[in-house]
């Protein structure tokens, strides 16, 4: 018996990364997993060798939902859960800032997250309940230099999380945030996207990066954060709503002066 045995979930940014990770896991959970992301070659790929369903799914747009929504139901009739996992980021200087490039994070990220919630929500509400996972970040908790934008729109995310988990637990449905430090992917490691790069060679070296600044001496991986995003969506938190999971090795924990 998986933990998520007949339930249907969507997963965003499924091409990659802790996307991927989670689709992966869900499938092995039991899990009818609809895999979306604007990266269809890689998605595609993914969802065929797990035996899943792919969708195109630019978070930002609200056709896109509509048509992803009307893409799991015919594939697999209704929608347990959402895990809205597609996010970028941008490093820059508030103040250097460009308002397009403000905009664009706050589209994918905020925005996406918010769009994913009202196309999602009432169709996990009419299977009879559910639950929809937030990947909001360490940045959602406090403050970092250089990723303004990035943690503008976490904190945000945070917001939605909250007032969603009030407005729609009568109707059975939990929403919950997951809040990842550094996870070894392409959105912090990029020499993943390099096909001559050693995954292994980079995420070495920023291991020994996060040895001086998280206690438990590493970047994370995906894969822990798709055992979270696994947790808060099968029943081992069924009474757990509207609150942020930090999983960041201790990076918030403090700072070490010794």
């Not at 988990?165 to 550094?182: K, S, T, W, Y």
């Not at 099968?234 to 609150?243: A, K, P, R, V």
Request: net charge negative; with cysteine; aromatic share 6%.
């Amino acid at each position: 018996m998986g933990k998520l045995d007949g339930r249907v979930v969507v997963v965003t940014g499924a091409a990659r990364g802790q996307g991927e990770q989670e689709a992966r896991l869900f499938t092995a959970e039991g899990a009818r997993v609809l895999l979306t992301d604007v990266l269809d070659d890689q998605g595609e790929a993914v969802a065929k060798a797990l035996g899943q369903s792919y969708a195109h799914l630019d978070v930002a747009c609200e056709a896109d939902w509509a048509a992803a929504v009307t893409a799991a139901k015919e594939a697999y009739g209704r929608i347990d859960g959402l895990v809205n996992n597609a996010g970028i980021l941008r490093f820059n200087a508030l103040v250097d800032t460009p308002l397009d490039e403000f905009m664009n994070v706050v589209r994918v990220n905020q925005v996406g997250c918010f769009l994913g919630i009202k196309a999602v929500a009432p169709e996990i509400a009419a299977a009879g309940g559910g639950t929809i996972v937030n990947t909001a970040s360490y940045t959602a908790m406090t403050g970092m230099a250089a990723v303004g934008t990035y943690a503008a729109t976490k904190h945000a995310i945070l917001g939605l999380t909250r007032v969603a988990a009030i407005e729609l637990a009568r109707q059975r449905v939990r929403v919950n945030a997951m809040c990842p430090g550094a996870i070894d992917t392409p959105m912090s490691n990029p020499a993943r996207l390099d096909p001559d790069a050693d995954p292994e060679e980079t995420s070495g070296a920023l291991d020994e990066l996060y040895r001086r600044l998280v206690p438990l001496g590493r970047i994370g991986r995906p894969e822990e954060v798709a055992r979270l995003a696994l947790f808060l969506t099968c029943d081992d938190s069924s009474y757990i709503t509207g609150q942020p999971f930090v999983i960041d090795g201790g990076w918030l924990a403090g700072v070490a002066v010794v």
